[in-house]
């Protein structure tokens, strides 16, 4: 089975800062890796699929980047809205498996 | 606009079974491979299962297998996890999702979710 290591677990930022939130499959994976926004309450949301390509609707501050092993999740510009938590999730072999999560909170 | 809507979620003893459905609307379920995934109460998220456009492979995690079993009826656009012998630690909300192939597992749109609570 795939291993996603995902860092940090949580990480307080202010509204404007730049957040990034780093990946690690234990196995070559290609680019098949997406990232996925939660709020409290809600389902998961699509952001990142494919390591790199924005999802429609997904504002351009996330991006993502990586391939093979070492994928990193950007948000340029931290906004209100963005205070949630964010998982990796690698889609190249069955069990798929999710990171376990980074939840970015306020400072 | 793409929908999905799970339901049959609740309260069940250890041991007992669940029947849960995933009703979509706005897109044709038998163009896509569909999922289970779900989250404990606090904890993170875990795949659970997925199957291909027709029905014919499906994909279990080690800790349902067995246990679980994942089934569609493409005319009705609606997606099933029967889950028997259930344990107090399948405790979680259980998310449908939609992937396109083998070669896009992503998922894309999300229900809302169902609970499902196994307690004595």
């Known amino acids: 089975d795939i291993q996603v290591t995902q860092s940090p677990s949580s990480v307080s930022a202010s509204v404007g800062d730049r957040v990034t939130i780093t990946c690690r499959a234990s196995q070559y994976i290609s680019s098949r890796l ?50 949630a938590t964010y998982y990796c999730q690698q889609g190249n072999s069955f069990p798929l498996t999710f990171g376990g999560g980074t939840k970015v909170e306020i400072k | 606009e793409m929908q999905l809507l799970e339901s049959g979620g609740g309260l069940v003893q250890p041991g007992g079974s669940l029947r849960l459905a995933c009703t979509t609307s706005g897109f044709s379920i038998r163009n896509y491979c569909m999922s289970w995934v779900r989250q404990a109460p606090g904890k993170g998220l875990e795949w659970v299962s997925a199957t291909d456009t027709s029905g014919a492979y499906s994909f279990y995690a080690d800790s349902v297998k067995g246990r679980f079993t994942i089934s569609r009826d493409n005319s009705k656009n609606t997606l099933f996890l029967q889950m028997n012998s259930l344990r107090v630690e399948d405790t ?17 749109p999300w229900g809302q979710g169902t609970l499902v609570t196994v307690s004595p």
Request: glycine share 8%.
């Open chain 1, 34 to 83: 997406a990232w996925y926004q939660q709020k409290p309450g809600k389902a998961p949301n699509l952001l990142i699929y494919a390591a790199s390509s924005l999802q429609s609707g997904v504002p351009s501050r996330f991006s993502g980047s990586g391939s093979g092993t070492d994928f990193t999740l950007t948000i340029s510009s931290l906004q209100p809205e963005d205070f």
């Open chain 2, 92 to 108: 979680a909300i259980y998310y449908c999702g939609r992937y396109n192939s083998a070669s896009e597992r992503w998922f894309d």
